[in-house]
Nanobody
Framework: QVRLVESGGGLVQAGDSLTLSCSHS????????MGWFREAPEKGREFVGAIHWSGDSTHYGQAARGRFTISRDNAKKMLYLQMNDLNSGDTAVYYCAATTYAIGTRNPNDYRWWGQGTQVTVSS
């Protein structure tokens, strides 16, 4: 069983930056990809970005591309999402997730474990 716990959400102003963290319990010998998703009211779960188990490769959803950066520190068992130039459209609950695939995918159904989510609210 893998446990994921997000932190770092909060209320920020448009144009601000924010970094989300995800503490996990993935064993260092497990080559699990990870990803970030978000869910806003009346919207489905949206892919934000994903990362290879090694941290060497990432890919992003359209809304995140160019503004958000995903990274991971496997020794510390942490996943991060650095978000810059936030706008009201980024307001959502953000979830980290882990998959048995080597790299996270865009499909939430590919992820086996999920955190409880952290709220990000961007005020314009």
């Amino acid at each position: 069983q893998v446990r994921l716990v997000e932190s770092g959400g909060g209320l920020v102003q448009a144009g601000d930056s924010l970094t989300l963290s995800c503490s996990h319990s993935i064993s260092t010998d497990k080559m699990y990809g990870m990803g970030w998703f978000r869910e806003a009211p009346e919207k489905g779960r949206e892919f934000v970005g994903a990362i290879h188990w090694s941290g060497d490769s990432t890919h992003y959803g359209q809304a995140a591309r160019g503004r958000f950066t995903i990274s991971r520190d496997n020794a510390k068992k942490m996943l991060y999402l650095q978000m810059n130039d936030l706008n009201s459209g980024d307001t959502a609950v953000y979830y980290c997730a882990a998959t048995t695939y080597a790299i996270g995918t865009r499909n939430p159904n590919d992820y086996r474990w999920w955190g409880q989510g952290t709220q990000v609210t961007v005020s314009s």
